[in-house]
C-alpha cells in the first residue's frame, strides 16, 4: 500500500523526520520500503481543455487539438495520444517549460502543422513510468489550474507491505492511528456525516448453527456508481 505524506499529515499531526518512519513503522510489525520523493512540477505546466479536436491532414495517427489554457487566447497543439477527445481536461506544458526528464517546450511545426505547446502523459511528467496516453484529470478543473496544487506537490512516499494480521491498516485512517501511537502525535481523525438510512428495502435472514450466532446485521446498499472518479491527488 503506497502512503502519501501531504495526505498522511491531513490524518495526523507528528514531528518525527518523516525519512525516519520506514524504520520505525517496520519495527512495530508494518514493513515499509524506503521514501521515493515526487518532485514539483513547473509552474508552466497547467490544466488544459481540449475545446476542438480534428484529424490531422497528414498523419491519421496525430490529432489537431485547441486548448483552452486559461489565457486569452487558446492554443493548437498536435498530439498523438490515443486519448486525446473533445472535452479532455489533461496537463498542458506551456511555452519555455522543462519537463523532468529535460525535455524543453517550444514551438514546433509537426507534419506541417505549427504547435504551440503540449499535452503531456503522467510518464513525460515523471509520475508514473510507462503511459498510454495523457494523464485524464477532474473534468471540473478550471483551465489554467496550477497541477501542483492539485495534485499536492511535491510530495513524498511510502510503501507499506501489509501481513495478514495488519488489516487494522489497510486504510490512510489506520496508518494514521499506528502513527500517532508510535509517535505521541496527535490523530486528526475527521469527522463523518453519518450515513443515514433512506430506502425501505428489506431482505429476510435465516440463521444456521445452532445459535453460535448472537447476532447478525446488515445493510442493502443501492445506487452506487463503480464509474464514480477517484481524487486526481488519490488516483496518482
Known sequence: MIISENWLREWVEFDLDFNSLPALLTAAGLETGVVEEIKALPKKVVAGHIFRISP????????????????????RVVCGAPNAALGV??????????????????????????SSGMLCSAAELGLEEQSQGLLLLDPELGPGSQLNDHLQLPDRLL?????????????????????AALTGGRLKEPKLPRVRTTGSETRSISLDGDGRCARYVGRSI??????????DRIRE
Open 89 to 114: 481536461v489533461a496537463p498542458f506544458a506551456r511555452i519555455g517549460s522543462e519537463l523532468p526528464a529535460g525535455q524543453k517546450i517550444g514551438e514546433a511545426v509537426i507534419r506541417g502543422e505549427p
Open 56 to 75: 490531422h491532414p497528414g498523419a491519421t495517427e496525430l490529432t489537431l487539438c485547441d486548448v483552452d489554457t486559461g489565457d486569452a487566447k487558446p492554443v
Open 159 to 179: 510503501e507499506v507491505e501489509l501481513t495478514p494480521n495488519r488489516g487494522d491498516c489497510l486504510s490512510i485512517l489506520g496508518v494514521a492511528r499506528e502513527v
Open 222 to 231: 443501492t445506487d452506487i456508481r463503480p464509474g464514480a472518479r477517484t481524487p
